[in-house]
């Protein structure tokens, strides 16, 4: 293992070149985390108190928040590796609200995955630790999202800040500001700070994410399924957020174990367009249908043949949660018969009946 800093970095014409990528990336990632959010407050209240819209709005305002400062790197990174940082205050600002997004979008969809494979799984003959995730995410979507999403990477944000950790790190050439590489650090102590940095929770939501959708997926294609599109978007998820932050991931394991001499230029590249596009990929996912009609899925109060404009990302959330109560035995999902579903939806409570 190296004992001094990796000096891989790209040139200063890689750098433009990645610096420009990231800007449009970042551009469009606002425009589709905007859209969701847009969806979302459009819809009407008894729409918008829905578990699985709450907890797709809360994810698409940490997409908007870390996009939004990525895009500005062009006011605080210059392209020219001689004089990277025109602003050091607002260099440590971007790396603090960056990670913090970032790991708390990656938190979101992986509860959001949670959430899927907790409602679509066989009430009877699952654990009861799924049963309690469900509920717990059904009745307090607001706090679940706040304790796991908020609160855990606030604590990393303010370990790092209290080490003063955070900055701009010529000796990686990063489009963004985040670890810093100051010239007392190794190359390891840098790799344990970007693993507390986000790293770390990086690879556990590869590893949630991975174990919950796969699993949802084989089970709606299982399932009596109305609408395969939905099926199709939802497989999306996992290989889409795995191959966005996978170069990233990489390029910080070749600055740990790999010489100079190896680093690679394309793995820059294809940071500068994955890192900021959790938005834009969340907006085709969830918002592809917003101008298609909707279709019923096994609630009678559906208005079938209405345009989708309430909700872009209803057609597919709704669908999966729907699709899986017809199957319970009854007519009951996890404990709320729809006699309880009627009397919430009536009284404002949250609910999970269509539109």
């Not at 592809?288 to 404009?309: A, L, S, V, W, Y």
């Not at 899986?324 to 609910?351: F, H, I, L, Q, Y």
Request: hydrophobic share 40%; glycine share 8%; proline share 4%.
């Amino acid at each position: 293992m190296k004992e001094s800093i990796n000096t891989c970095v790209p040139d200063d014409r890689t750098n433009a070149i990645n610096a420009n990528t990231a800007l449009v990336s970042s551009l469009f990632s606002v425009l589709g985390s905007s859209w969701i959010i847009y969806a979302h407050f459009a819809s009407s209240k008894a729409q918008r108190r829905k578990t699985l819209r709450r907890l797709l709005c809360y994810l698409s305002l940490m997409d908007l928040l870390a996009s939004s400062f990525y895009s500005l790197s062009p006011f605080i990174i210059s392209s020219s590796s001689s004089s990277p940082i025109k602003s050091a205050s607002m260099c440590n600002f971007q790396a603090v609200v960056t990670t913090f997004a970032s790991m708390s979008s990656f938190l979101s969809t992986s509860l959001i995955g949670g959430y899927l494979y907790a409602a679509v799984s066989p009430g009877p003959h699952e654990a009861r630790w799924k049963e309690a995730l469900i509920q717990a995410m059904y009745k307090y979507p607001g706090k679940t999202f706040a304790v796991t999403c908020i609160l855990v990477p606030l604590l990393l944000c303010l370990v790092v800040i209290g080490e003063g950790r955070f900055g701009y790190s010529s000796d990686f050439g990063e489009m963004w500001c985040w670890i810093s590489t100051p010239p007392s650090s190794t190359t390891y102590d840098t790799f344990l700070w970007r693993m507390v940095a986000g790293k770390g929770v990086e690879l556990l939501c590869f590893v949630l994410v991975t174990c919950t959708y796969v699993p949802t997926v084989l089970r709606m294609r299982k399932m009596s399924f109305d609408d395969s599109s939905a099926v199709t978007r939802i497989s999306f998820v996992p290989g889409a957020f795995i191959i966005l932050r996978l170069p990233s991931f990489i390029r910080t394991l070749m600055d740990l174990f790999t010489s100079p001499d190896q680093c690679s230029e394309v793995l820059s590249i294809l940071q500068a367009i994955g890192d900021p596009s959790q938005g834009t990929v969340n907006g085709l996912i969830y918002a592809t249908e917003c101008f298609g009609r909707r279709k019923g899925f096994g609630d009678n109060n559906n208005d079938k043949g209405k345009i989708d404009m309430e909700s872009a990302h209803e057609s597919l959330l709704d669908s999966v949660i729907d699709s899986s109560r017809d199957e319970e035995a009854g007519g009951s999902w996890r404990g709320v018969n729809k006699d309880e579903e009627g009397t919430e939806s009536s009284s404002g409570e949250e609910g999970y009946g269509g539109s």
